[in-house]
């Protein structure tokens, strides 16, 4: 009986995502209430309590959940006996770009993380909680470059912080511009081409090289 009950549990948090995703896509993270969540998700509003704090953790839980099937792949970039970390980072780049255009539900997340996100006085938690995640990220991809560097897939010279902000600023810009204008090109059919356009920055400019060693230019 406590299986099933922690099963329910389980389905019905799952539940409370799925509608929140949804409602955020509709009317935007700002101005959707727990209350709309509720409804559209069929349960009460002290059953949202029951998981999340605030709306807050719910939209938290939201990009966690679309995080998840790439793990495995982030992982595996930092992973000190992997033997070709850049090669998976290659990987993990190009299947995010192919999943927004390809997968609906990631689509759906992205537009709201990039469109229909509204930082207001009333959404500062919410502001706050998205600069931890992007500083989060820059740590981690700044741990996988440097795991290439040790693996001597890129040059041993790199200025790993400056290489960390020009990938993440790349891939958010990518998929920024995009969402904005799908019908220029499949994301999907150039996402392996545009990692390697990426990952090749770091490879061969000299700009990337930190100063004493590129000769302080």
Not at 154 to 180: E, K, N, S
Request: charged share 30%.
């Amino acid at each position: 009986m406590a299986r099933r009950t922690k099963q329910e549990a389980q389905e019905t948090r799952a539940q409370i995502i799925d509608a929140a995703e949804l409602c955020f896509s509709s009317k935007g993270v700002t101005h959707t209430s727990l209350a709309e969540i509720a409804k559209r998700a069929g349960v009460s509003r002290g059953a949202i309590y029951w998981h999340f704090l605030n709306k807050d953790e719910v939209f938290e839980a939201m990009l966690q959940r679309a995080r998840t099937p790439l793990q495995h792949l982030e992982e595996a970039t930092r992973d000190i006996d992997q033997p070709a970390p850049l090669d998976r980072l290659r990987e993990l780049i190009a299947e995010v770009l192919r999943q927004t255009e390809r997968d609906p539900a990631t689509r759906r997340i992205n537009e709201i993380v990039f469109h229909k996100c509204e930082f207001t006085d009333r959404m500062c938690d919410l502001r706050e909680n998205m600069r931890t995640m992007r500083r989060a990220s820059l740590d981690k991809l700044e741990m996988a470059l440097r795991n290439a560097v040790e693996k001597q897939q890129l040059p041993p010279a790199l200025d790993i912080p400056v290489a960390a902000r020009c990938i993440q600023a790349q891939l958010i810009g990518t998929l920024d511009t995009w969402l904005l204008r799908p019908e220029d090109y499949s994301l999907a059919d150039q996402a392996e081409r545009l990692a390697d356009i990426i990952l090749d920055t770091l490879r061969y400019s000299p700009a990337m090289l930190q100063e004493q060693a590129a000769g302080g230019k």
